[in-house]
């Protein structure tokens, strides 16, 4: 029992640390930053997310495979977003990479490679965003078994706020609450130890 009880412990402990961290801090995804120094330090987790915050129309998330990362391909993306506000929670470990769409944009530096980790746990980490009436999913030409592995939701400026019930300075990285029936779970078992 005191084993299960340490177990469930360890497990809702990994739950609570996905990170949900803004690309390109306070600038946002727009031209002009240097995204593979923005990524430098930091450790990608399955279950983690990424969030891109930019001005609706003005340029788009494209996830697309290596190739055409390298060469700023649009034209065969894996999923698209112009929303300007796009949370992607990584689902599989490996390379993920990201390209604004619009003409020119990605040649100046508007791309992003991320590599994300397996975590510890053989249970991936539950999305830490959350869906609203008003969010909608990011389109996809692709099926699902040629997703790279990181799924996608977009929320309007209105909803926002759902990503986090905790507001926080832009361009942080927030780690997700327990929710508060893991939490009990918690209390429980560490009462019974």
Known sequence: M????????????????AKIYTVGDASGWTSGVDYSSWTTGKTFLVGDGIAFNYAPGAHTVNEVKAKDYKACSASSYLTTDTSGSTTITFKKAG?????CGVSGHCAAGMKLAVTV?????SAPS????SHSPSSSPI???APSGNHAGAAATTTSPSSAATTSAFPRAAGSSVR???????????LIAVALL
């Not at 005191?2 to 640390?17: D, G, T, V």
């Not at 980790?117 to 746990?121: D, L, W």
């Not at 539950?126 to 965003?129: A, D, E, L």
């Not at 029936?181 to 918690?186: D, F, I, N, Q």
């Open 117 to 121: 980790s397996s975590s510890s746990s």
């Open 139 to 141: 389109s996809s030409k």
């Open 95 to 99: 390379k993920h990479y990201f390209i």
């Open 126 to 129: 539950p999305s830490p965003s």
């Open 176 to 186: 997700t609450p327990l929710p508060s029936t893991a939490l009990v779970g918690l």
């Open 2 to 17: 005191a084993l299960a009880a340490a177990l469930l412990i360890i497990h809702l402990a990994e739950r609570s640390a």
